[in-house]
């Protein structure tokens, strides 16, 4: 299993510009979030899926944040248009259903980390 | 407001010796509690769990401790190995069974040979 993949690693874009945020979840995984992680907040939760259909929202900083899950093995997060202050590394993690607190809860991607200038 | 709290940013041990990280939280309707340690480039991977009907689980050199009357627990590592080197975030799940996490801002471990 290859793990939840998340491209690109690195961006770097300037302020204004929209930038778009892949994860693919490991397969069979019915639970996908996107967490935010910064110096300041440390990990925060932004959205999360449950097959493909989002649950939760409400860590999703303002409306120039946006998140869609097509298909079970393919979510985006998007930001139109981009600040500074969005700078951070971006975490994609899928899940199994009802393993949250045994021996195989959250499976975290490598991150994207976000650069805007 | 933040749930779970991890008040000390970074901690530095000698090589062989116990690796003590805490974490406080404020809501008693957590069922679960969970650590996860964190390379540099890396994402989070998952270490150890404990429910919150236990008040120890052992895995290893690694033992986490929940004291529910204090809101309050704690992952010891012993003997501690230059390999430990790593950020350790406490996590907790939603209330009511939810399967998102909330987590704390981490404990930057440093391991010294």
């Known amino acids: 299993d290859a793990g939840v993949i998340q491209s690109p690693r690195h961006e770097v874009t300037e302020m204004g510009q929209e930038v778009t945020l892949r994860c693919k979840p490991i397969?069979?995984?019915?639970?996908l979030f996107w967490y935010r992680q910064t110096m300041m907040r440390g990990l925060e939760l932004l959205i999360y899926?449950?097959?493909?259909?989002?649950?939760?929202d409400s860590g999703m900083p303002e409306d120039r944040f946006s998140a869609k899950m097509p298909n079970a093995s393919f979510s985006t997060l998007k930001i139109q248009p981009s600040e500074p202050r969005d700078s951070a590394v971006y975490f994609c993690?899928?899940?199994?259903?009802?393993?949250?607190?045994?021996?195989?809860?959250?499976?975290f991607g490598n991150g994207t980390r976000l650069t805007v200038t | 407001d933040q749930q779970v709290k991890q008040n000390s940013p970074s901690l530095s041990v000698q090589e062989g010796r116990i690796s003590i990280l805490n974490c406080d939280y404020t809501?008693?309707?957590?069922?679960?509690f969970l650590w996860y340690k964190k390379y540099p480039a890396e994402g989070p991977t998952f270490l150890i769990s404990?429910?919150?009907?236990?008040d120890k689980n052992e895995d290893g050199r690694f033992t986490v401790f929940l004291n529910k009357s204090a809101k309050h627990l704690s992952l010891h590592i012993v003997p501690s190995q230059p390999g430990d080197s790593a950020v350790y975030f406490c996590?907790?799940?939603?209330?009511?069974?939810?399967?998102?996490?909330?987590f704390g801002k981490g404990t930057k471990l440093t391991v010294n040979p």
């Open positions: 809501n008693s309707m957590f069922d679960y």
């Open positions: 404990i429910s919150s009907i236990k």
């Open positions: 993690a899928s899940s199994f259903s009802g393993t949250v607190g045994g021996n195989s809860p959250l499976h």
């Open positions: 899926f449950n097959n493909n259909v989002p649950i939760d």
């Open positions: 996590a907790a799940n939603g209330q009511g069974g939810s399967e998102k996490l909330v």
């Open positions: 397969s069979g995984h019915d639970y």
